[in-house]
């Protein structure tokens, strides 16, 4: 199997929860790499950007607003097939359909405060990363 990379978001719910670590103990004990990661403050233009595909679900505006409360942690993750093993140790999106074990079963509050993002695809992950990183701060 490959060794590819996927990007990743620790929300605004797990920060305020001082559980960026536990998080990411989680995703590394799931075989990924920390490869770059920062603690920043999402602007809106950033997060209406990031989110754009969403831009006409009826939850896009209150996402927004969650996305800009408080830090997030935006991290790549290196690992062999990095982008399902990271979706894999996630769960699902609504944590109430998420399998014990997962992050979001563990520490997601709700569908939308669901503590973690992961890319949904190899060639969206090329282009998250490339939104939020520089390729000298990615250090494989
Ligand atoms: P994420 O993987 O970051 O991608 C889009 C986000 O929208 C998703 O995680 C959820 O946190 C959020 N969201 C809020 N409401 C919904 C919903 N009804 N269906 C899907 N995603 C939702």
Not at 15 to 38: C, D, I, P, Q, Y
Not at 114 to 127: F, L, P, R, T, Y
Request: net charge negative.
């Amino acid at each position: 199997m490959a060794v590819t990379r996927t990007f990743s978001i620790i929300k605004p719910d797990a920060t305020r929860r001082n559980l960026t670590g536990a998080v990411t103990k989680m995703l590394e004990e799931a075989g990924l790499r920390v490869v770059a990661s920062k603690r920043m403050r999402m602007t809106r233009d950033q997060a209406e950007g990031f989110y754009a595909v969403h831009r006409e679900r009826p939850f896009f505006n209150d996402l927004c607003n969650f996305m800009t409360s408080g830090p997030v942690v935006v991290q790549v993750l290196e690992g062999e097939n990095a982008v399902a093993r990271n979706r894999e140790i996630m769960g699902a999106t609504n944590p109430a359909q998420a399998d014990e074990g997962t992050i979001r079963k563990t520490y997601a509050e709700s569908i939308e405060a669901n503590s973690v993002h992961g890319s949904d695809s190899d060639e969206n992950a090329k282009i998250e990363i490339n939104f939020f990183f520089k390729p000298e701060e990615i250090v494989g």
